[in-house]
């Protein structure tokens, strides 16, 4: 096919996209990247350089692929400034760059399933049932199960009004699966669940945690955090709890870096304690060091991308963000108040609003309903549903987008199309 119309048809399916910077979008976690992050990405990936494998602790004596050290190099220090975000030492935290969230999570996963190296049977994943859906493809794909099961399997727990985990049913659930001989825990912990946007109370998991593993020695628990959604904002709200590894049972981490943190698509960082990733470390003989990682190759290039990103945007820059994203936050929830149109609280900037609304709205603003939400989340198991959609407020959010939808909603219900 001549050149040219090979980008006439680029252009066409591209037409066929939504524009963050000209639709109206209220329902999806992504926005414009950091410009220079793009231009970085563009200019470096003609290179090609691959990543392939972990990089992290050459001065422990890692090996990696002698061909391209200087994206190795951009990689490590994205890992650190990572691992700082989430109150880590850099020397003390391992990572690498994955293709996202989905493949951070069963990585987390993958690791604490290996960690276990006793002689026990079973293993369990228990979360809440907010718990984001690549928890569930980890338990398929690692043999695990995606049913719950008396030597183990994948349990769901329900939550408090907020969406955070109901911190009682995660110590019965342990004590109940230990009891029974599961030699094996993953504990999931959420940092902003894509549904509601809540944060469970890492530190009072950790500490229950912690009091778990004295009562049972044997058995392994691992506690994995999926903070893909609320990496790059929770560190910076207040009335957020600590999410990182300063709680100190906490042994890997999820963060997507194509989210808040600005850069493109598909950038997730995977962050555990130095140590944790040799326990699924694979061995390439055509490759220096060991792969400790689930895809391999990798392109250098988003390595720099985030690298420019992180860089430019800096800790202060995230943090002015997450104050620009929240105080909009604060803005839609009052105009849902005066609405009279009742919203779930924000941790992070989601906002959960409960209803059942037309799909003219969902499909002129871009946001998604749910019509079978759990009405009970303490019970998520019982029959009562209801309707909840999400807006999420992102860079490319404003107050004017906002107050289009608010008329738009007082119309449906003068009309008493909506409720």
Request: aromatic content about 8%; some cysteine; overall charge neutral.
């Amino acid at each position: 096919m001549p050149e040219e119309k090979i980008m006439e048809e680029i252009e066409r399916f591209v037409n066929k996209n939504i524009r963050y910077d000209a639709d109206k979008i209220l329902g999806f976690p992504g926005t414009n990247p950091e410009p220079l992050s793009t231009r970085v990405y563009s200019e470096y990936l003609r290179h090609h350089s691959n990543n392939i494998g972990m990089h992290t602790n050459k001065e422990g004596g890692r090996e990696s692929e002698a061909g391209f050290p200087g994206t190795q190099e951009a990689e490590c220090q994205v890992i650190a400034m990572a691992a700082d975000l989430m109150n880590g030492v850099a020397d003390q935290i391992d990572g690498y760059i994955s293709s996202g969230g989905t493949e951070a999570n069963i990585v987390g996963c993958w690791i604490g399933r290996n960690c276990y190296q006793g002689t026990g049977t079973g293993t369990a994943i228990i979360g809440s049932f907010l718990t984001h859906y690549s928890i569930t493809k980890a338990a398929d794909i690692l043999g695990i199960g995606t049913k719950p099961r008396e030597d183990g399997g994948l349990h769901t727990l329900g939550t408090d009004t907020y969406g955070r985990v109901l911190i009682d049913q995660l110590e019965k659930k342990v004590l109940l699966l230990a009891g029974r001989g599961v030699s094996n825990i993953i504990v999931v912990g959420n940092a902003g669940t894509t549904m509601l946007g809540s944060i469970d109370d890492i530190p009072k998991m950790d500490r229950v945690i912690g009091k778990l593993k004295e009562t049972f020695p044997k058995v392994n628990i691992h506690f994995h955090v999926d903070a893909a959604m609320g990496g790059f904002i929770a560190p910076f709200i207040p009335s957020a709890p600590s999410v990182g590894f300063s709680n100190r049972h906490v042994d890997s981490i999820t963060i997507d870096v194509h989210k808040m943190g600005l850069a493109p698509y598909g950038s997730g960082i995977i962050l555990a304690r130095r140590g944790l990733f040799e326990r699924i470390k694979s061995i390439a003989p055509y490759v220096p060091g060991n792969d400790c990682t689930l895809c391999g190759s990798r392109a250098g290039a988003m390595a720099l991308s985030c690298w420019a990103a992180m860089k430019k945007i800096g800790k202060n820059g995230y943090a002015d963000n997450a104050k620009k994203l929240m105080s909009l936050v604060r803005y839609a929830q009052n105009g849902f108040k005066i609405l009279g149109i009742e919203t779930f609280s924000s941790d992070i900037n989601i906002i959960a609003v409960k209803g059942y609304f037309p799909d003219s709205l969902g499909e002129k603003f871009i946001t998604h309903a749910h019509r079978n939400f759990p009405a009970n989340l303490s019970d998520p198991s019982c029959g009562q549903r209801t309707g909840v959609w999400n807006v999420v407020v992102m860079n490319h959010t404003t107050k004017d987008l906002m107050d289009e939808l608010f008329s738009d909603l007082r119309f449906l219900r003068k009309e008493g199309i909506a409720n």
